[in-house]
């Protein structure tokens, strides 16, 4: 069971560059999302999606774009790129409804130059 | 709004140390209360919960149990170890809303 998976695990991209990041899970779970991690800033939730259909914006949706491809995927998109986007990058799914706990991928860490 | 401040870090203890590290929330209605874990290099795992006031989360070692009265949610943890190095997350969540983060605290355990 893998559980949560993200790639690429690590990326360098320059200003202006476009790049997908790839999320799947492989529990049947209905809810999935993706936050960025800055240092003291803990996790901030980018855009989610409840269920295979919707998608939501979440605390810091400008400059991304999201695809619930299927039940299993959820993919993140970055357009053009800025350094402001460097981070690290966590995709989470949960069952969904009102049961709480969120399984997390291992991350992709971006370097935008 | 909804809210999660936690003590900043990073803290470092010596092996066998008691840890507290102290989270207080703000939120309306009534939320559920969570403590993650985050090991070097990897995602975050939920190490405990709480779903109504006085209920005290345990796992690990760890413990917390929900205030309602100081809304507060502090983990615990009698025996610290190496192995118990991470950055710590309290976290909420209420009925209709996503799971809000507080920053985190690195903990750093030394032999």
């Known amino acids: 069971n893998a559980g949560v998976t993200q790639t690429p695990k690590f990326q360098v991209l320059k200003t202006g560059q476009s790049m997908t990041l790839q999320c799947a899970q492989d529990?049947?779970?209905?809810?999935m999302y993706w936050y960025r991690q800055d240092p003291g800033m803990g996790l901030r939730l980018i855009y989610y999606?409840?269920?295979?259909?919707?998608?939501d914006k979440g605390e810091v949706p400008n400059g991304y774009n999201v695809s619930r491809l299927n039940k299993r995927e959820f993919s993140l998109r970055l357009e053009s790129a800025a350094p402001s986007q460097t981070s690290v990058y966590f995709c989470?799914?949960?069952?969904?409804?009102?049961?709480?706990?969120?399984?997390f991928g291992p991350g992709t860490r971006l370097l935008v130059l | 709004g909804n809210s999660v401040t936690q003590m900043e870090g990073p803290v470092t203890l010596s092996e066998e140390a008691f840890l507290t590290i102290n989270c207080t929330y703000t939120?309306?209605?009534?939320?559920?209360l969570f403590w993650y874990v985050q090991y070097p290099g990897e995602g975050l795992q939920l190490l405990l919960k709480?779903?109504?006031?006085?209920d005290k989360g345990s796992n690990k070692g760890f413990e917390a149990t929900y205030r309602k009265e100081t809304t507060s949610f502090h983990l615990e943890k009698g025996s610290v170890q190496v192995s118990d190095s991470a950055v710590y997350f309290c976290?909420?969540?209420?009925?209709?809303?996503?799971?809000?983060f507080g920053p985190g605290t690195s903990l750093s355990v030394i032999p």
């Open positions: 939120a309306t209605g009534y939320p559920s």
């Open positions: 976290a909420l969540k209420t009925s209709y809303d996503k799971v809000i």
């Open positions: 529990m049947n779970h209905n809810s």
């Open positions: 999606s409840a269920s295979e259909g919707t998608t």
């Open positions: 709480a779903t109504k006031a006085d």
């Open positions: 989470a799914s949960s069952v969904g409804g009102n049961l709480e706990t969120q399984y």
